[in-house]
């Protein structure tokens, strides 16, 4: 959700998603991380109420409206981080996600625009989502837009094993 505008030149903009663990109960655990490697400086334009995460979906779907992301900051040279903080979410009826109170996360990430230097800013959720049919796959796209504009997008494919996947009394390594 932090993106390559806003004044952020010369920023590379990338975004990632994953399966976590066995599909248990026909859900799935996805991960979603954007990363942008920024100079500091222009953390000062940016402004959360115009970033979003748009997911689509084929033979899958949400199973929560809202969760919790963590945004954590890097110095870019040493990888050290600077900061870290988790923000509440939603997901609206378009599968866009959005932070609930963009202000605060405004606030917060503007707070560290005088830091010396380049740093590596990530976005984590995770979400989790109900998985295919038994026996069948499903796929799910995440784009980074910040302004109406995509900037990135990352695409993951899950399968149901037939039987479906581990039940309550699997366990998980």
């Not at 599909?23 to 655990?29: E, K, L, S």
């Not at 991960?31 to 899958?60: G, Q, R």
């Not at 740093?119 to 302004?147: F, N, R």
């Amino acid at each position: 959700m932090l993106l390559s505008t806003v004044g952020l030149t010369g920023c590379s903009v990338w975004n990632t998603l994953k399966q976590v663990g066995a599909i248990i109960n026909g859900i799935v655990a996805i991960h979603a991380a954007i990363t942008a490697l920024p100079p500091a400086s222009d953390l000062s334009s940016f402004d959360a109420s115009k970033a979003a995460t748009n997911f689509s979906f084929s033979n899958m779907s949400f199973k929560d409206s809202s969760g919790t992301a963590t945004i954590k900051l890097y110095d870019q040279s040493t990888g050290q981080q600077i900061a870290g903080h988790s923000f509440s979410f939603y997901i609206n009826g378009s599968n866009q996600l959005h932070f609930s109170n963009p202000s605060s996360v405004t606030s917060w990430v503007r707070s560290y625009s005088n830091y010396p230097g380049y740093v590596k800013i990530k976005y984590d959720a995770d979400l989790d989502a109900y998985a295919p049919p038994e026996g069948q796959s499903g796929t799910t796209s995440a784009t980074a837009v910040y302004d109406g504009t995509a900037y990135s997008s990352a695409s993951m494919s899950v399968t149901t094993p037939s039987g479906g996947g581990c039940r309550v009394e699997c366990k998980q390594q």
